[in-house]
């Protein structure tokens, strides 16, 4: 098994195939930066193992993406407030909020980097800039 694989953990949205593909084919426009595990592994200092377990337990999301179909995740996701880098805190949360809503990970990558009207900004870079209650509120009102 190679080290830029992983399962996708979240479940599609039954009879969604046609807005995965709208979801993935969004994605390469949204997203300026593309991580895969490994890299993930490395800007951490860790092991692509517990990497896997980020992906796994959903602290971090991501397609399977570009011509070798790896699964990658958004640089995005990665901080360095700290001075140590580290998975964005808030992240985790708002992919639970957003997979009960019931999106699957490619739709909850999509919503968190398009602009959102009733905040003006993407959640990602609200969530980035410390303004996660506001993104969770917006999150749960999908329902």
Same mark, same amino acid.
Request: proline letters at 6%; a negative charge.
């Given at each position: 098994m190679s080290d830029t694989t992983a399962p996708e953990p979240g479940a599609p949205v039954p009879d969604s195939t046609d807005d995965r593909t709208d979801d993935r084919a969004a994605l390469e426009s949204l997203v300026d930066a593309w991580l895969t595990l490994p890299d993930v592994a490395e800007v951490l200092g860790t092991q692509v193992s517990k990497v896997r377990g980020l992906v796994s337990e959903r602290t971090l999301v991501g397609v399977k993406?570009? +011509?070798?179909?790896?699964?990658? %995740?958004?640089?995005?996701?990665?901080?360095? +407030?700290?001075?140590?880098?580290? %998975?964005?805190?808030?992240l985790r949360g708002t992919v639970l909020v957003l997979s009960d809503v019931g999106l699957d990970d490619a739709a909850i990558l999509r919503w968190l980097f398009e602009t959102e009207p009733s905040i003006g900004a993407t959640p990602i870079g609200e969530l980035r800039a410390g303004r996660r209650a506001e993104v969770r509120r917006v999150a749960q009102a999908l329902l």
């Amino acid at each position: 098994m190679s080290d830029t694989t992983a399962p996708e953990p979240g479940a599609p949205v039954p009879d969604s195939t046609d807005d995965r593909t709208d979801d993935r084919a969004a994605l390469e426009s949204l997203v300026d930066a593309w991580l895969t595990l490994p890299d993930v592994a490395e800007v951490l200092g860790t092991q692509v193992s517990k990497v896997r377990g980020l992906v796994s337990e959903r602290t971090l999301v991501g397609v399977k993406r570009g +011509d070798r179909n790896t699964f990658q %995740v958004p640089a995005a996701f990665l901080v360095t +407030d700290d001075g140590a880098p580290h %998975v964005l805190h808030t992240l985790r949360g708002t992919v639970l909020v957003l997979s009960d809503v019931g999106l699957d990970d490619a739709a909850i990558l999509r919503w968190l980097f398009e602009t959102e009207p009733s905040i003006g900004a993407t959640p990602i870079g609200e969530l980035r800039a410390g303004r996660r209650a506001e993104v969770r509120r917006v999150a749960q009102a999908l329902l």
